[in-house]
């Protein structure tokens, strides 16, 4: 059982498109992380979110933690072709100390122009 | 400043042999952790090293070891490769071993034939 799913899978569109993506867990978690990642390279950590009902904004992207940290959105408004990548949401595991994460399988995100 | 550095960055070996890989962290830099990340399964924490000690390993099986140098640099081993061993492993480093921020590296990829 995956501890953090993430939807859609994948999403394809068009250049100044709006986008939703969602991380979503049964548990609770002190923090949740997005990170996105190009082919070829590493994950590189977008945003951290702490606080229940957190919305951090980050240019075009917006991040939202849910009151109860068992989920967060990640929102892109009039998306780029470089915003083209895997989107992938992050926690602390429940089962390890120190920096280990655990990752949902994310969100394969496609803008074409 | 540098980032992580990871080699090689791709490696072709067959079912049965062994392979090192080895990371480079971010100066000053004293926890490494190392992930696989695969199509089906995404990405899953290894192990993670701190002051060259093992601090956590995740639910991989012992023909996956690794260690850590005086210089915080480290390595890992996968020993008797199986054809489910080819993916991205990924190697992240942070300044401490908890609250703080992990970089990734861009991995080494790994095909067994």
């Known amino acids: 059982t995956q501890l953090l799913e993430q939807s859609p899978q994948f999403l394809s569109i068009q250049e100044g498109e709006n986008l939703t993506v969602y991380c979503n867990s049964s548990?609770?978690?002190?923090?949740l992380q997005w990170y996105r990642q190009e082919p070829g390279e590493g994950p590189v950590l977008l945003v951290t979110?702490?606080?229940?009902?957190e919305v951090k904004k980050l240019k075009r992207l917006t991040f939202q933690f849910g009151d109860a940290r068992k989920d967060s959105s990640l929102h892109i408004t009039a998306a780029q072709p470089g915003d083209t990548g895997l989107y992938l949401c992050?926690?602390?595991?429940?089962?390890?100390?120190?920096?280990?994460?655990?990752f949902g399988k994310g969100t394969t995100l496609s803008v074409s122009s | 400043k540098a980032g992580v550095t990871q080699t090689p960055r791709y490696l072709i070996k067959t079912r049965g042999q062994q392979v090192t890989l080895s990371c480079s962290p971010i100066?000053?830099?004293?926890?490494v952790s190392w992930y696989q990340q695969t199509p089906g399964q995404g990405l899953q924490f290894l192990f993670e090293?701190?002051?060259?000690?093992?601090?956590n390993k995740g639910n991989f099986p012992g023909r996956f070891s690794g260690r850590q140098f005086s210089n915080s640099r480290s390595e890992m081993n996968v020993s008797t490769l199986e054809l489910g061993d080819s993916a991205l492993y990924l190697c992240?480093?942070?300044?401490?071993?908890?609250?703080?921020?992990?970089?990734f590296g861009e991995g080494s990829w790994l095909t067994v034939v």
């Open positions: 992240a480093s942070s300044l401490e071993s908890s609250g703080n921020t992990i970089y």
């Open positions: 548990s609770v978690f002190s923090s």
């Open positions: 979110v702490v606080t229940g009902g």
């Open positions: 992050a926690g602390p595991s429940p089962d390890q100390a120190g920096t280990a994460l655990i």
């Open positions: 100066s000053g830099h004293r926890s």
């Open positions: 090293y701190f002051s060259e000690t093992q601090r």
